[in-house]
């Protein structure tokens, strides 16, 4: 497994990292010794770094994350949760304020099992938060031992820079990496988003190089659309009844042919284009059973070569986006139509 630098930081991580997601009952895989067992697998093949957050199935990611690290694996790892995300009925339990990202931390590290994670991560931008008390709770956390560093996750280019201004103007801890959703279908983060993190050198771990399985090889023109849970959640990056989705799955189709003329599989044409781009750091995994997680190890970690990208991107050019839902994050100034009509 190849070993990158995580931004400025210094510390080295998989090219591959493991995301935990699909780990627990509400969104993923019940059995928690498979979750184990998933989790060692990967570790014994070389990925040293794993990534969870509060959000994914209430918690139940972090304890299963934290039953297979205990026994003496954990010092091998680095570990990766998020908040921000909606954990309970309470106004409060959500967000990214200093009030709730103290009190969530330490939930986090309870669920996990250990006494810090080695990168925090918020998981969304939150508009009603200013950028400076989040960084400042990130910052006390740091101090406290409880966290080493802090990221983002899903951030435009503007606010990822506003961050680092803030940062520095403020005397607070930067954040040190940006989690963006990435892959041969979703190219909308190399506009800007990549070449801001390579400006400020912040380390890049794309989520969703698989596009939400659009890239698994089971979307094809051909063929029945396989059924999950994720499609009946996120109709809108599904239903083929909206041009962008159709768009997706002719794509697919394409780089499914492209795939086998180069003699691989999608997956790992799609793992590999993700890896080629030189802002990436390591690019998230999220199997939900091992046979998951086996059809993906052996993807090329350092990446693909420059005749191969070129015929990905007479498929889907570069900066493209063919479904804008898949980008996860819509800009307030868009969602609210109040803030951009003068009343």
């Not at 497994?1 to 990292?17: A, H």
């Amino acid at each position: 497994m190849q070993m990158r630098v995580l931004g400025s930081t210094g510390v080295r991580v998989s090219s591959f990292c493991l995301g935990a997601m699909m780990f627990g009952s509400t969104w993923g895989n019940p059995d928690h010794d498979e979750g184990v067992r998933i989790i060692h697998r990967a570790l014994d093949s070389g990925i040293n770094f794993i990534d969870t957050a509060d959000v994914y199935s209430g918690g139940e990611s972090e304890v299963i994350v934290g039953k297979a690290l205990a026994g003496g694996r954990r010092d091998d790892v680095v570990l990766a949760t998020k908040a921000h995300g909606v954990m309970g009925t309470d106004v409060n339990e959500r967000g990214s304020s200093r009030r709730w990202l103290i009190r969530e931390c330490e939930a986090s590290l309870r669920r996990l099992g250990t006494d810090h994670v080695d990168l925090y991560q918020v998981h969304r931008p939150d508009p009603d938060t200013d950028i400076d008390e989040t960084l400042g709770a990130l910052t006390d956390l740091i101090r406290a031992g409880k966290i080493c560093y802090a990221g983002t996750s899903t951030f435009p280019a503007d606010l990822i820079v506003e961050a680092q201004w803030t940062a520095q103007r403020r005397g607070r801890e930067r954040f040190v990496c940006e989690q963006p959703p990435y892959s041969i279908l979703v190219r909308g983060v190399e506009a800007a988003v990549l070449p801001a993190c390579q400006r400020h050198r912040l380390g890049v771990i794309t989520w969703g190089p698989l596009a939400s399985g659009w890239l698994s090889g089971q979307y094809r023109l051909d063929s029945d659309l396989p059924a999950s849970r994720r499609s009946q959640r996120l109709p809108q990056r599904f239903d083929l009844s909206l041009s962008a989705n159709r768009a997706k799955l002719e794509a697919a189709d394409k780089l499914a042919n492209l795939a086998a003329e180069a003699g691989m599989s999608l997956i790992h044409l799609a793992l590999g284009f993700v890896v080629s781009h030189p802002a990436v750091t390591s690019a998230i995994l999220g199997p939900r059973t091992m046979a998951h997680l086996e059809s993906q190890l052996d993807a090329p970690a350092d990446g693909l070569p420059a005749d191969l990208l070129d015929r990905i991107d007479e498929i889907v050019p570069a900066g493209v986006t063919l479904n804008p839902a898949d980008g996860s994050y819509v800009p307030p100034a868009l969602a609210d139509p109040a803030l951009r009509r003068r009343h």
